[in-house]
């Protein structure tokens, strides 16, 4: 027992001497944890950023996707209603020349 008591009182006397170099390790963990949560703060603020501007890449994929698709459909539709209009245009047409035999044949 008095062998733990002469090295707690040996411990207590290099504290007392060395205090201004506990002080400034003190000191130094503080900023030390100070400076991780700062970077641990800068990283979440970069990956905020990131996710951002992934989310605004991908979102101007999707328009440009949509766009393409888009046009697809439109060109499909187009194509619908320019043989709807070539049919139309054909049976019109010869509705006209029914018209012009039926009129030619009475003028004469």
């Known amino acids: 027992m008095g062998q733990i008591g002469a090295l707690m009182a040996s411990i207590k006397d290099s504290i007392r001497i060395r205090k201004g170099m506990w002080t400034i390790l003190a000191v130094f963990i ?13 990283e979440v603020l970069f990956a905020l950023g990131f996710a951002a501007l992934a989310l605004l890449g ?3 994929y999707f328009l440009g996707t949509l766009g393409e698709r888009g046009l697809d459909w439109t060109e499909a539709g187009v194509r619908v ?16 020349r029914t018209f012009r035999r039926l009129r030619s ?3 004469q």
């Open 81 to 96: 209603v320019a043989s709807s209009a070539r049919r139309g245009f054909g049976a019109l047409e010869e509705l006209g």
């Open 30 to 42: 503080v900023l030390q944890a100070y400076f991780v949560r700062e970077l641990l703060a800068a």
């Open 105 to 107: 044949e009475s003028a």
């Open 58 to 60: 991908a979102f101007a």
